[in-house]
């Protein structure tokens, strides 16, 4: 919740206006993996077109930005400061930080402040937002804070590669269940390419395959068949020849395919069968809100 706001309205408005308002974000504790979290929603908030500024250590940049030590160490103003603890960054120096460079809010996404952090904040009258997602709440207030894709005035298609989200993370036939399924929760996403290991498409692994393979829950498992259920291979599960798309396809295409086959994800393939992108329905829906936004404000 905001810091000291109680009115659900005036909460949802200052929220909202810090929104509009923010252009550059520093994102202090990202992940460089692929399977985090923080990579995930970091990827979506320049796909927003944000401007990112990573906080990190031990690499020259990630994401196709530049990284900083501090949050002091960027040269150009902060609007939002979004802080993550897996990252194992200080909160603290962060906090100052953040009251230094004048920035609107500290966004701490998956976490609350300490009472010191907190006081700091408040002194320094930086807005804290606790345990919320910021790429939800951009989501959430798209139409109106972020600036979508650019549409044309007639009815030029949109492309895969448009919408798609880069370089997903895979997995191989040998990979395990259990190996499948923390990848999944960590990256909050619900399907995996499998793939050879020259990166060539042979199957998906969704939580649809995983509800179908796995044990009823009338049953009584015991820990030795659990184990063997978590260690079954990937291409054991996954389905194979899956439905697949290239990035100059269509996104009408793409959503006749899924409607088609009823699936909810289509892998992006090119040259020989290499995976360079998956789309969701999420990703379709998206852009039908951006679509509709020039209308909504004809009337």
């Not at 000291?4 to 202090?28: G, M, S």
């Not at 990112?52 to 609007?79: F, K, Q, T």
């Not at 044309?152 to 259990?178: F, K, L, N, Y």
Request: proline letters at 6%; aromatic letters at 6%.
């Amino acid at each position: 919740m905001l810091q000291e706001e109680t009115n659900p309205f005036r909460l949802k408005q200052r929220r909202k206006k810090i929104l509009e308002t923010a252009h550059r974000i520093a994102v202090v504790g990202l992940r460089p993996d692929p399977i985090y979290k923080s990579y995930a929603l970091t990827q979506k908030l320049i796909e927003y077109g944000l401007d990112i500024a990573p906080v990190i250590s031990n690499c020259e940049s990630i994401l196709g930005c530049a990284r900083y030590g501090r949050v002091a160490d960027i040269p150009e103003p902060i609007d939002i400061v979004q802080f993550y603890t897996d990252g194992k960054a200080d909160m603290m120096q962060a906090a100052l930080d953040a009251v230094q460079k004048g920035a609107k809010a500290f966004w701490i996404e998956n976490d609350e402040a300490s009472y010191d952090v907190r006081s700091l904040l408040k002194d320094g009258g930086v807005c804290l937002v606790e345990c919320e997602s910021l790429q939800k709440e951009y989501e959430q207030h798209l139409t109106d804070c972020v600036t979508p894709p650019a549409v044309s005035s007639g009815d030029q298609p949109r492309h895969v590669a448009e919408r798609m989200t880069r370089h997903p993370i895979t997995v191989t036939p040998q990979s395990s269940i259990q190996t499948a399924l923390e990848m999944m929760k960590k990256g909050h996403f619900r399907h995996l390419p499998v793939v050879d290991e020259h990166n060539r498409l042979l199957g998906m692994f969704s939580d649809r395959d995983l509800r179908l393979f796995q044990p009823s829950p009338t049953l009584e498992v015991n820990e030795v068949a659990l184990e063997q259920f978590c260690a079954t291979p990937v291409g054991e599960v996954a389905t194979s020849n899956p439905v697949s798309i290239t990035p100059d396809a269509t996104l009408e295409e793409a959503a006749k395919l899924m409607l088609r086959w009823k699936v909810e994800s289509l892998p992006v393939v090119a040259g020989d069968d290499h995976v360079v992108g998956i789309i969701t329905s999420s990703d379709l829906l998206r852009e039908g809100l951006a679509r509709s936004e020039p209308k909504h404000h004809q009337h």
